[in-house]
């Protein structure tokens, strides 16, 4: 894979389905082709022959396992098989076979094969071709040559018909050059075998599903921009308006700055969730990367203080095991990682400071039990049982912990309450139905008197914006105090006379070098400064909420008010009808509540814990 800025680029087109392929998740999908285990499984042969070669010091590109004509010594590779089968538990010729594949990567891949490394492209040609027994194929070419001209060669040489290129999860144009689609010397393209009619409609499916992709994502962003656009100083009856909170509902005064980029990028998160509980993985994966690459703009102080980032990288990683990305195995080792570490920034190392804030951390387990589970699946594909066997102990601790009798939940939906509130309260309160009981009615209680506040303060501000006007004030400059003073429309009247007084009524320049030195920058920079006199400890003081001074659980988005659709589509006056359903139609997938995010079922945990079950047990079994 490769690193840096293209990584979402690769990524992003990696989502176009992957016909006839059964995946690790409930996709849906029916096995037509490799299955899904037998992939995995040669990665774990091919991971553990690799150590044992590294142990014993062995280059299968050097004599006498390759001839000086780079051919197989095929005597030296069979001995070798013989040796290493009953080491990794499995038959000779299945051993022979991953030698003979390592070897052969080893030998184009060399430093040596100017060749390979400047003019082939790596073919993974249909399994049922009898005829030809190796795994890989090189082929050499030209980039600026069309696809058609590769598949014609292909067709020529291997007698296939019809066939597709797959690289990258796309599907590439055959009236397109190769360069242009950005393969390169030394990519990796998988030959797929399709009826003339099949491959017409594939084509024309994958095209349908890419655009629908796309458009979903460029809806999602614009809807969020523009509710990123509100400073919740319209009438609270029509606009709808999204607040950053924390945990339990408290709106975070973020810089205007940073609040546009972090609303996209939670905006983004939470429509990838939704398409995640709808096992639109391939659309979901789309959605979280561009939340990550939103999240990538925001301030790094502000991300190790919330789990959002964390949880994300979760969620990503937990795509790449639904669709299969193995591809990918270093980056979701890389984003597991951050997310551990975030994870112990934001909680501390014994969750001392999430006990702290939520007086409980059985809600945040189900985040570790993901975590766990996913590090297992990477470390056994790279062929590091013991590690693998060590993380899926970890996470069936916590399954049985967290899993939940059916016949408690049952009890709180006669109670009134909601399934979500009952897996919730419970996992909060170790199962007891009592304790749930209580602890979903005072939460409850907790966001309707958040809810009637907030309502109450933008009422206040709509009122105070209008008066401020109406005295000659500017809207931004009025909005602005009205925000630092909770709607007081009197506190932000004397804000704003103060900072006229200063400045005697003119605007003189801003030092630029003050504004640089904010840490969180209010409203806008300099409206912060001349607010405050160019005081840069008021200036912080004013705007930086104590939620951001320690570390703290995860921020949400906040929809408020709490509108019929009626009220809520209307939308701002003047507004364009297309914004309004833009606006509405991401609304739709933002959870009522804020904790949504740790509402787990467990059952793909489940599935995923017996799945691994079958592959450790069984190798330990073979081993014994």
Known sequence: MEQGSDALGELTQYLCKKRGRHTWGKTGRQQKT???????????????????????????????????????????????????????????????????????????????????????????????????????????????????????????????????????????????????????????????????????????????????????????????????????????????????????????????????????????????RALMKRKQYETALGHLLQADDQFAKCDSKLLNTVDNYAVLQLDIVWCYRALEALSYLDDGKRRLQMAEDCFHNCYGDQQQRLMKIKGNTRGEEVLFLRLYLLQSILAHMVGKERQATQKLKQAEDLYGRLCLDPGDIKELKDLGFSEQEARLGLRACHGNVAEAALHITHRRQEREEMKQKEREKRRMCVEGLATLRELGYSKKDAAWALLQTDGDMDGAYRMLLDSAARTNNTELPINQSKVEQLTYPGFEPEVALRLTGENIQVANQVVLPPELLSPSPASSLSEEPSTTSESAGSGSQGEAPMDVDLVNEVLEDIPLHEEDYLDLTLEEESEVIDKMKSYLYKNSASSS
């Open 34 to 272: 490799q299955p899904a285990v037998s992939r995995m499984a040669e990665l774990h042969i091919q991971a553990k022959l690799v150590n044992l070669l590294n142990q014993d010091h062995i280059q299968l590109r050097n004599p006498p396992y390759t001839t000086e004509d780079s051919e197989a010594g095929q005597q030296s590779l069979q001995e070798l098989a013989v040796n290493y089968a009953p080491i990794v538990c499995i038959s000779v010729s299945e051993v022979a076979s991953a030698l003979e594949s390592l070897r052969s990567q080893a030998v184009k891949s060399g430093m040596g094969n100017k060749t390979y490394r400047e003019t082939c492209v790596e073919l993974f040609l249909p399994k049922d071709l009898k005829k030809y027994t190796k795994k890989n194929y090189y082929l050499e070419t030209q980039l600026d040559v069309l696809a058609q001209d590769i598949m014609d060669r292909i067709t020529e040489q291997y007698g296939l018909k019809y066939i597709q290129l797959i690289f990258k999860g796309k599907t590439l144009t055959p009236e397109k050059r190769l360069d242009e689609q950005n393969v390169k010397n030394k990519s990796k393209m998988m030959v797929l075998r399709v009826s003339e009619p099949e491959r017409k409609k594939q084509m024309l499916e994958v095209e349908e599903e890419k655009k629908t992709q796309d458009q979903s994502v460029q809806r999602t962003q614009k809807g969020f921009q523009i509710l990123s656009e509100r400073d919740g100083t319209d009438d609270p009856a029509t606009t709808p308006f999204l607040e950053i909170a924390d945990q339990k509902g408290n709106p975070l005064k973020i810089p205007d700055s940073k609040k546009k980029a972090l609303i996209l990028a939670m905006g983004f998160h939470e429509k990838g």
